[in-house]
Nanobody, 114 residues
Framework: QVQLVESGGGLVQAGGSLRLSCEAS????????MAWYRQAPGKQRELVAY???????TYAGSVKGRFTISRDNAKNTVYLQMNSLKPEDTAVYYC????????WGQGTQVTVSS
């Protein structure tokens, strides 16, 4: 069964940090480009960052220099380290393959207070 389980969200003050995790099952994780997305209230889901099977990383301009995506193929897990958080980072964060080929998980809520 294909499944994505996100965790690590929470409430943090502006300037703080959080580390999100996403464990994948049912896919050949090691050859998949994995991505983090987010959806703020009233907005469309947007791509935040992605990491190729060779660990090449790409970031949206709004998070570049503050967020770091990484992966552990032995654990079928992709991470998102978020530093210097801003209120505009508040959203539900999801992981998926870069091609969005898997049913979306529940996501994890990140709330940044000012």
């Amino acid at each position: 069964q294909v499944q994505l389980v996100e965790s690590g969200g929470g409430l943090v003050q502006a300037g703080g940090s959080l580390r999100l995790s996403c464990e994948a099952s049912g896919i050949i994780f090691s050859i998949s480009s994995m991505a983090w997305y987010r959806q703020a209230p009233g907005k469309q889901r947007e791509l935040v960052a992605y990491i190729s099977s060779r660990s090449t990383t790409t970031y949206a301009g709004s998070v570049k220099g503050r967020f770091t995506i990484s992966r552990d193929n032995a654990k079928n897990t992709v991470y998102l380290q978020m530093n210097s958080l801003k209120p505009e980072d508040t959203a539900v964060y999801y992981c998926n393959t870069l091609s969005r080929s898997v049913d979306w998980g529940q996501g994890t809520q990140v709330t940044v207070s000012s």
